[in-house]
């Protein structure tokens, strides 16, 4: 195959097309950009619905009700009015509250009292239990959404979690999904207080339309406003995220167990606080200078809307005094133009406040819209059981998104079924990219990986992976128990007492869960109570029998045993080549001595195979593979 460039984000051999990149915004949303982001409301209304039908309707039905309790309240509050005027009118006169009573006068004005009181107890009732359906369905909402994006992380490329544009757009969903239930009420919301709106303003059409058309003209600068700041507030989160990343990290690695040591050691807590305060200082400024400018301009362009009403209410008292009002219209036209004032307000700064999230919903939805390149086929080819010929590297280059320099380039070898084979060479040579090509972490920008014949592309990815038992240098030590910890292996046999015991036994990290007092279901860690903690060669032997739990075909040891002695990595290299019988392994490791035992050694430099042979075979050619083992061997005379 030629050898020609490609580019860091170009497509792979699979013709999957060029990753895509999170949208950039060097300024704040346009206008256009706000309206735009509506089309978010839609998807994000029927996965709320999809949450839960029953509180959604409830929540819906509960409003309507409540809608409409605004102005029955305060038409009956002028009724109020005008019966008391009425019975004062009459000039009646009682000598106590019994005699008034008996009279039978001030029966409708009762009435009228015990309507409103019912009306106000109905009303906090119905706010109290939309309040209880929103939190239900906010916290199902967000736990939803919390699987559902944890569930598409899981089918996203490795590339996308090394990328440091996706992790930030990873980092802006992970917010959304806690961040935008409120959302929920306020979509809600502004539909009850629309229906409240209309209500008032049927009520007052009957006496002054042109009032209505006068308030809200007066609420348009104020709205205008309000978008304007909420877009400003939108691009400055959306700019800071790899700063906020950077806060969260510094605060994680001043504050663990995991960092605590080197902490110390180093006294290195001045220069994380001073690094924080540095990073939390500037981000709280131009927060400041954004809330400053708001409340300025705010206040302002709100007084406006203020002006309006008062020119109402001036008006309104005017038709009273000339006697066109009774003193109850007085009340009910006052309070209905306070009210409706403030509805306006609310919906017209709401409906901006509800554009400008729409924005946060891009973060989420386009998070969701990321396709892995790395996918199975339509038809994948039957996965051969067992493995007959083994794997082939047909002129393989890869490298890393946005490097410059391949990772490998030319790499050409055979692994063959049941061949013990190791990968030696120094660091960045290549070793562990061409495991992550073996398990289809990634694939190959030129050439082809075979199994059996088939481009690994051809069969399934999932199964590919089943029949592959790795364990990276940088094995993950999870917060669980020491059960746990090796049954995570073969999640589908996490119950399985017994293949775990054999999978520590086979690991030689039986004598590890014999030192805990809970054994097995001891939990190790820091992170929570009643955690032990590890030595990393403990940890490493874990890590090593979780490989065991797989009953794969292809067994792969990338520098787990970092952590032990010359002798006892000695031990478990030797032990898996034992349990290796029959099943394709490979081993990688910087002691040139422990993977003497192998079937065949393949020497990596610079992402090419520079030699290839048995231990005695390399040292007899007394290359770059004899010359690393004297260095090694000077080191233990």
């Given at each position: ?8 984000s170009?497509?792979d ?5 060029p990753?895509p990149q999170p ?9 256009r ?11 994000f ?31 009956i ?18 000598d106590?509250?019994p ?12 009435w ?21 359906a ?6 199902l909402?967000?736990?939803a ?7 598409h ?7 996308d ?8 757009k990873?980092e ?10 409120n959302?929920?009420s ?6 009850q ?7 008032f ?5 009957v006496?002054?339309?042109w ?6 003209i ?7 406003g309000?978008?304007?700041f909420?877009a400003a507030?939108?691009?400055?989160n ?6 906020r990343?950077q806060?969260?990290?510094?605060r ?5 167990v ?16 001073e690094?924080?305060?540095?990073l ?5 400024l ?7 400018r708001?409340?300025v ?5 709100a ?6 009403y ?11 005094v ?6 109850g ?13 403030q509805?306006?307000?609310?919906l017209?700064?709401?409906?901006s406040q ?5 924005l ?16 199975s ?10 493995i ?16 410059e320099?391949w ?15 190791a ?6 040579a ?11 972490l ?16 051809d ?11 790795v364990?990276?240098q940088?094995f ?19 119950d399985d007492?017994?293949?775990?015991r054999?999978?520590?036994?086979r ?18 860690g ?6 032990v903690?590890?030595?990393?060669g403990?940890?490493?032997?874990i ?35 034992e349990?290796?019988?029959e ?24 992402g ?30």
């Amino acid at each position: 195959m030629a050898d020609t460039a490609i580019p860091a984000s170009g497509k792979d051999s699979g013709g999957n097309g060029p990753k895509p990149q999170p949208s950039q915004r060097s300024n704040k949303p346009s206008m256009r950009e706000r309206f735009d982001a509506m089309r978010n409301l839609p998807p994000f209304l029927r996965q709320i619905w999809a949450t839960s039908p029953g509180l959604t309707l409830l929540g819906i039905g509960l409003r309507l009700v409540r809608a409409l309790l605004p102005i029955v309240t305060l038409y009956i509050g002028k009724l109020i009015i005008d019966e008391a005027v009425r019975l004062v009118d009459l000039g009646l006169r009682f000598d106590s509250i019994p005699d008034a009573w008996r009279s039978g006068q001030l029966d409708h004005l009762l009435w009228l009292l015990v309507a409103e009181f019912a009306l106000a107890i109905l009303s906090d009732l119905l706010g109290r239990m939309v309040s209880y359906a929103d939190g239900l369905l906010s916290e199902l909402f967000n736990n939803a959404t919390s699987i559902r994006l944890m569930e598409h992380a899981a089918t996203l490329d490795l590339e996308d979690f090394e990328d440091p544009d996706l992790q930030d757009k990873l980092e802006r969903a992970r917010r959304q999904t806690m961040g935008r239930s409120n959302l929920m009420s306020q979509l809600f919301g502004q539909a009850q207080d629309a229906i409240t709106v209309i209500s008032f303003g049927a009520g007052l059409l009957v006496y002054a339309p042109w009032l209505i058309v006068l308030l809200a003209i007066a609420l348009v600068p104020a709205f205008v406003g309000e978008s304007h700041f909420n877009a400003a507030g939108y691009s400055l989160n959306f700019h800071w995220t790899p700063e906020r990343r950077q806060l969260e990290y510094i605060r994680q690695a001043g504050a663990s167990v995991e960092t605590a040591k080197e902490v110390k050691i180093f006294n290195l807590n001045r220069f994380l606080i001073e690094r924080y305060r540095t990073l939390a200082t500037k981000f709280y400024l131009a927060n400041r200078a954004l809330a400053r400018r708001r409340a300025v301009w705010g206040t302002l362009l709100a007084a406006l809307g203020t002006l309006g009403y008062y020119v109402a209410y001036a008006y309104i008292c005017w038709r009273t005094v000339r006697g066109d009002f009774s003193i109850g219209d007085l009340t009910f036209l006052a309070g209905s133009f306070r009210r409706l004032r403030q509805l306006l307000e609310g919906l017209l700064i709401g409906f901006s406040q509800v554009a400008g999230q729409a924005l946060y919903l891009d973060d989420l939805f386009s998070f969701f819209e990321i396709e892995p390149e790395i996918r199975s086929p339509a038809n994948p080819a039957p996965f051969p059981k067992p493995i007959r010929q083994g794997f082939v590297f047909d002129d393989v280059g890869f490298r890393y998104p946005d490097a410059e320099r391949w990772a490998v380039r030319n790499l050409s070898f055979e692994l063959k079924a049941g061949e013990v084979l190791a990968l030696v060479g120094e660091n960045g040579a290549g070793k562990t990219t061409l495991v992550k090509l073996l398990a289809r972490l990634y694939d190959p920008d030129e050439g082809r990986i075979l199994l059996d014949g088939r481009d690994l592309r051809d069969y399934d990815i999932d199964e590919l992976r089943a029949n592959i038992g790795v364990i990276f240098q940088d094995f993950v030590r999870y917060n669980l128990t020491a059960g746990e910890n090796i049954g995570v292996g073969q999640i589908d046999a996490m119950d399985d007492r017994e293949r775990i015991r054999h999978a520590a036994e086979r690991g030689m990290a039986d004598e590890v869960v014999a030192s805990l007092a809970k054994g097995y279901e001891q939990p190790i860690g820091r992170r929570f109570k009643d955690g032990v903690d590890l030595s990393g060669g403990q940890w490493q032997k874990i890590a090593i029998a979780r490989a065991y739990m797989r009953d794969a075909q292809v067994m792969i040891l990338d520098e787990p045993t970092a952590a032990l002695d010359a002798r006892a990595e000695y031990e478990v290299f030797q032990r898996f080549k034992e349990l290796s019988d029959e099943r394709t392994a490979v081993l990688i490791s910087h002691r040139f001595s422990s993977v003497r035992m192998a079937d065949r050694i393949l020497v990596l430099n610079e992402g090419r195979v520079e030699a290839s042979g048995t231990h005695e075979q390399l040292m007899a050619q007394g290359g770059r593979y004899a010359e690393l083992f004297e260095l090694q061997a000077a080191g233990y005379r």
